[in-house]
C-alpha cells in the first residue's frame, strides 16, 4: 500500500514538473518573438524620401540651373585658390595654407550634398538609403566641425601676425601648423562620430519623408518614433562645444586684434592692416550665424522651409562665397592669378 501511493505521488511530481517547464517554455517563446518584432520596427526604415524644395517641374529646373552654376564656380574658385596656394612661393605661408585647407573643406561640403540635391531635382526618385543617409550626415557633419575649427585657427594666425609680428615665423612655423591641421582635422571626425551615433540610435519606424534636401541631423529626428530630449540634448551640448568654443576664441584674437590697430598712429596703417581681417570676420559672421541659427534653438521652432534657407547660406553659399571674398581683396592672390594667366599666354 505504501509502495502505490510513493508510486502514485512519484507521477503526480512528475506531470506537474512537465507542466511548469511547459509554461516557462512558452514564456520565453512569447518574450523571444516580442523582442524580435521590436528589433524588426527599429529596422524597419531601408531608406527616405528627400523632399528638397520644390514639387513642381518648372521651379526644379530653375533650381537645377541655378544650384548647378553656383557648384561648378565654387569648384573652380576654390580649386583655383589650392592651386594658387600650391605653385606660387608667395604664398607659402601659414594663412594660404590654413586658407588652402579651407577650399578643400568647401569642396568637400558642397560635394557630400549638391550633387545628390541636383539629381533628385530633375528625377522622380527623391530617395536615400538608410546605410547612404548616415554617411552623409557624417560626412557632412565632420567637414562642418572641421570648418568651425579652421575658423577659429585661422583668427589665431591674424593674432599672432599683427601682434606679435617679428615672432611669426617662429610661433606660426610649418610643424605647428601641420599639427593644427591634423589636430582640426581629427577633432571633426571625432565629434561627429558622437553626434552621429546619437542620431542613429534611435528607432525609425514608418515615416520616412525628409523636409529638407539633405540628410541633416535637426529634420532626421523629426522622423524618430522614440523619445528625441536626450538626443536632442546631446546634439545641443555638442554645438555649442562646437561652435561657442572657437567662437570665443576668434572674438578674444579679435579683442586683441583691434587693440594692436587702435595703438598704430597713422589712419592709412591702422585701415590696411584693418582690411587684413575684414574678409575673415565675413565669412565668419555668415558661417556661424547659420549654423548656431540651425543647431542652438528650440526643437519647437523648427521650420522646414526656413531651415533650408539657412542651410544653403553655411553650406552652399559661404562656400561660394570663401574664394570669391578672400581673393578679391587679397592683392597677392590677384598678383599669382595674373603670375598663372601670364604662363599660359606662354
Not at 510513493?6 to 520565453?28: A, D, M, N, P
Not at 548616415?134 to 585657427?153: K, N, R, T, W
Not at 586684434?257 to 597713422?266: D, Q
Not at 578672400?326 to 603670375?339: D, F
Request: aromatic share 14%; with cysteine.
Amino acid at each position: 500500500m505504501v509502495i502505490h501511493c510513493l508510486v502514485h505521488l512519484g507521477r503526480r511530481f512528475w506531470q506537474l514538473k512537465e507542466v511548469s517547464c511547459s509554461l516557462r517554455w512558452k514564456r520565453r517563446m512569447k518574450v523571444g518573438n516580442h523582442d524580435e518584432s521590436h528589433w524588426e520596427n527599429r529596422t524597419s526604415v531601408s531608406e527616405f524620401i528627400l523632399l528638397g524644395f520644390s514639387s513642381q517641374p518648372e521651379t526644379q529646373l530653375l533650381l537645377f540651373v541655378l544650384f548647378l552654376i553656383i557648384y561648378l564656380v565654387t569648384l573652380f574658385g576654390n580649386s583655383l585658390l589650392i592651386a594658387l596656394v600650391k605653385t606660387d612661393s608667395r604664398l607659402h605661408t601659414p594663412m594660404y595654407f590654413f586658407l588652402a585647407n579651407l577650399s578643400f573643406v568647401d569642396i568637400s561640403y558642397t560635394t557630400t550634398t549638391v550633387p545628390q540635391m541636383l539629381f533628385h531635382l530633375l528625377s522622380t526618385k527623391k530617395s536615400i538609403s538608410f546605410t547612404s543617409c548616415i554617411a552623409q550626415m557624417y560626412i557632412f557633419l565632420s567637414l562642418a566641425i572641421i570648418e568651425c575649427i579652421l575658423y577659429a585657427v585661422m583668427a589665431y594666425d591674424r593674432y599672432v601676425a599683427i601682434c606679435h609680428p617679428l615672432r611669426y615665423t617662429i610661433i606660426m612655423n610649418r610643424s605647428v601648423c601641420i599639427k593644427m591641421a591634423i589636430s582640426f582635422w581629427v577633432s571633426g571626425f571625432f565629434f561627429a562620430t558622437l553626434n552621429t551615433g546619437f542620431t542613429m540610435r534611435l528607432p525609425y519606424c514608418s515615416l520616412n519623408e525628409i523636409n529638407h534636401f539633405f540628410c541633416e541631423v535637426p529634420a532626421i529626428l523629426k522622423l524618430a518614433c522614440a523619445d528625441t530630449h536626450l538626443t536632442e540634448l546631446v546634439v545641443f551640448v555638442m554645438a555649442v562645444i562646437m561652435l561657442l568654443t572657437p567662437l570665443s576664441l576668434i572674438l578674444i584674437s579679435y579683442v586683441f586684434i583691434l587693440e594692436a590697430i587702435l595703438r598704430i598712429s597713422s589712419g592709412e596703417g591702422r585701415f590696411k592692416t584693418f582690411s587684413t581681417c575684414t574678409s575673415h570676420i565675413t565669412v565668419v559672421t555668415l558661417f556661424y550665424g547659420a549654423a548656431m541659427f540651425m543647431y542652438m534653438r528650440p526643437a519647437s521652432s523648427y521650420s522646414p522651409e526656413r531651415d533650408k534657407m539657412f542651410s544653403l547660406l553655411y553650406n552652399v553659399v559661404s562656400a561660394l562665397l570663401n574664394p570669391l571674398i578672400y581673393s578679391l581683396r587679397n592683392k597677392e592672390v590677384k598678383a599669382a592669378v595674373l603670375k598663372l594667366m601670364g604662363k599660359k599666354d606662354h
